[in-house]
C-alpha cells in the first residue's frame, strides 16, 4: 500500500555493509570441488566470494554493518528504537540475532527480533520496519540482512557450495512526517509473498525441531531459476502500479543477487535496461539476505545511487517467499 500524505514515510537515512575477511576465488574452489571458475561464471556470474572465519559469525557481521550505516546516517545507537535482522543463519537457534546486536551497539530501547524469509529476507524486513515507523509506534529503524551461508552449505555438493557467500549489509529508517508540496522521500511502497507449497524445491535438510542439527542447503536450481523470474515480475509490477510508476521512471533496479542471468531476465522482461541494474553477484555471491543491502551500500558508496533517485530492491527465495519495494532516496 502507498502511504497517504498525514502518516510519516520511512526515510533512508543511511546504508553500509560489511563482508568477512577472506575472499574465495573461483579458481581455489575448483582446487575443492569438481568445478571450474570457466562453469561458475558461465552459470551464475559470479568470480569471488567472502567466507566468515570462526570468530565472524552473523552478529559480528551484522554488527560491523550496523555500525557503518549508523555513522553514514549520522545517528547513534541511541536514536535506534527497532532492530529487524533479516537471517537464516543466526548465531544460536535463540536468542536472535537482532538482540545480540543491540547489545553490541549498547541499544536498550524499543524492540529488536529476528525475521526469517531466506533470500527475501531484507526486503521483508524493509516492509515490516516500514509498518512499524508508519504506525507510530517506533521511530527509528534498524534494518539488517545478515548471513553466514558458509556454515549451511555442504561443502562436497558443488551444485550449491559454489553459489553462496556470507556478509551483512544494515539500512537506517527515520519516521518523517513530510511536506504535502515536495515529492515525499522513503519506502513508498512494498509487496511481500509466500507460498509454501514450494518447500522441497529449496530447504535445509534439518533444523532443532526435526534433526536437532542445522542441516544443508538443499536446491533444484533449474525449478527455483524457473520461478524466480516470474515471481520477481508479479512483485516489482505490483510496485509500479500502486505508485503509478514504471520502468521508465526507476533510476536504480537491485535486484537479489543469486544469479547474472536470472537479473538480466527479470530486467529484459520488465522493459529495465541493463545500466539501470546494480549487479554485485560476480563479487560476493549470492549472500542470501544480505545480497541487496550488501548491493544498495555498493551503489550509494561509489555515488550511483543519491538523494531522490526512485529505487526498486526485490527478491526471492526459500519457502517460496519474494518481495519488492520501491523506495525514493
Ligand atoms: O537465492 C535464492 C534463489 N536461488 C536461485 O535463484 C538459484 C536459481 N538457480 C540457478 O541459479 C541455476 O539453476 C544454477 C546456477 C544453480 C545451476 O545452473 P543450471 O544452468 O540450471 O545448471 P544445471 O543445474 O542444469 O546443471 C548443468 C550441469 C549438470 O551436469 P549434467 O547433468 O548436464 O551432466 C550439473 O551436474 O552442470 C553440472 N554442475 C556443475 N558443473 C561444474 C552443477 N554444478 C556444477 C559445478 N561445476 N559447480
Known sequence: MTPDRSTPYSVVLGIGGHLPAECVTNAELATRVDTSDE??????GITRRYIAGPDETTSVLATAAARKALAAADRSPSDIDLVIVATSTPDYTFPAVATQVQAALGITAGAAFDLQAVCSGFVFAVATADKFLRSGSHRCALVIGAETFSRLVDWEDRTTCVLFGDGAGAMVLEARVQPEDARPRGVLTSHLRSDGRH?????TTGGPSSTQSIGHVHM????????????VEDVVRAAFEATGTGPA???????HQANRRIIDASATKLGIPPEK???????????????????????????????????????MGGGFTWGSALIRW
Open 199 to 203: 518447500r522441497d524445491k529449496l530447504h
Open 220 to 231: 533444484e536450481g533449474k525449478d527455483v531459476f524457473r520461478h524466480a523470474v516470474g515471481m
Open 249 to 255: 521512471d526507476l533510476d536504480w533496479f537491485v535486484p
Open 277 to 315: 541494474v546494480v549487479t554485485t553477484v560476480q563479487l560476493h555471491a549470492n549472500t542470501s539476505a544480505a545480497s541487496i543491502p550488501l548491493a544498495l551500500a555498493e551503489a550509494v558508496g561509489d555515488g550511483r545511487i543519491a538523494a531522490g533517485h526512485l529505487v526498486m530492491i526485490e527478491a
Open 39 to 44: 562453469w561458475i561464471q558461465q552459470r551464475t
